[in-house]
T-cell receptor, first 114, second 117 residues
Framework: RKEVEQDPGPFNVPEGATVAFNCTYS??????FFWYRQDCRKEPKLLMS???SGNEDGRFTAQLNRASQYISLLIRDSKLSDSATYLC???????????????FGAGTQVVVTP | DTGVSQDPRHKITKRGQNVTFRCDPI?????LYWYRQTLGQGPEFLTY????????KSRLLSDRFSAERPKGSFSTLEIQRTEQGDSAMYLC???????????????FGNGTRLTVT
C-alpha cells in the first residue's frame, strides 16, 4: 500500500463550479500535511498547509480528518487557471531512521472547462 | 531571482554514461532535498541534507547515485553508469529548518529533465 494515495482524476469541472477531492495516508503518526499544485512540466509549488481545525485560503479550503486518515481540498468558484495537478504531501514522523521526510501522492488532475 | 536554481534544465545522455546535476538552494535555507519524478507520479524522495550533512537516503538511491553538499550551500547529484530507467525529472528543493521541529515549506527548483537513450 502506498503511504499517500490520491484519486488521479481527471476531475472535469465547469468554470464556476465547486470541486473537492481527498487524499489518504497510511501512517497515523504523520505530523504535517500540505497541498501543492503542479502545472504541466513545471515544479510543484505550495498551495497551502493543512491545519487540524481546517483552514481556508480564498477559494480553497483544506480539511484534515485524523481519525480516518485523510485530508481534503475543496475549490470553490473554479477558474480556468485552477487547472493543474494537486499533490497531497504528508510529513512523516521523526523516528530513529527518519527525520520526517515529505511523501508526495501521485496527484489529482483537475481540468476546469469554460 | 533568489529561488532554487538547477542546472542543466535538460540532459540527454547515452546509457552507461555518468551525469552530474547541480542545485543552488535559496541562500538562507539550511535543508536541501533531491526528489525524482516520472510521468504520472508524484515526486519520490531521494535524499536530503541539513547544511553539509546528508541525513537521510531513500532505498531508491542505489549505489550508482551519489549526492554531495560540500560546503552546505550548493549540491550535486551524480548518476554513474546511467540506465534507461533513470530517465526522469530530478527536482531539488530547499527549506529552512529551525528549532522545535519547525520546517518551512519546500521550495522547488525547475528541475533537470534527464533522458537516457
Amino acid at each position: 500500500r502506498k503511504e499517500v494515495e490520491q484519486d488521479p482524476g481527471p476531475f472535469n469541472v465547469p468554470e464556476g463550479a465547486t470541486v473537492a477531492f481527498n487524499c489518504t495516508y497510511s501512517n497515523s503518526a504523520s505530523q504535517s500535511f500540505f497541498w501543492y499544485r503542479q502545472d504541466c512540466r513545471k515544479e510543484p509549488k505550495l498551495l497551502m498547509s493543512v491545519y487540524s481545525s481546517g483552514n481556508e485560503d480564498g477559494r480553497f479550503t483544506a480539511q484534515l480528518n485524523r481519525a480516518s486518515q485523510y485530508i481534503s481540498l475543496l475549490i470553490r468558484d473554479s477558474k480556468l487557471s485552477d487547472s493543474a495537478t494537486y499533490l497531497c504531501v504528508v510529513k512523516g514522523p521523526m523516528t530513529t531512521d527518519s527525520w520526517g521526510k515529505l511523501q508526495f501522492g501521485a496527484g489529482t488532475q483537475v481540468v476546469v472547462t469554460p | 531571482d533568489t529561488g532554487v536554481s538547477q542546472d542543466p534544465r535538460h540532459k540527454i545522455t547515452k546509457r552507461g554514461q555518468n551525469v552530474t546535476f547541480r542545485c543552488d538552494p535559496i541562500s538562507e535555507h539550511n535543508r536541501l532535498y533531491w526528489y525524482r519524478q516520472t510521468l504520472g507520479q508524484g515526486p519520490e524522495f531521494l535524499t536530503y541534507f541539513q547544511n553539509e550533512a546528508q541525513l537521510e537516503k531513500s532505498r531508491l538511491l542505489s549505489d550508482r547515485f551519489s549526492a554531495e553538499r560540500p560546503k552546505g550551500s550548493f549540491s550535486t547529484l551524480e548518476i554513474q553508469r546511467t540506465e534507461q530507467g533513470d530517465s526522469a525529472m530530478y527536482l531539488c528543493a530547499s527549506s529552512l529548518a529551525g528549532t522545535g521541529g519547525y520546517n518551512s515549506p519546500l521550495h522547488f527548483g525547475n528541475g533537470t529533465r534527464l533522458t537516457v537513450t
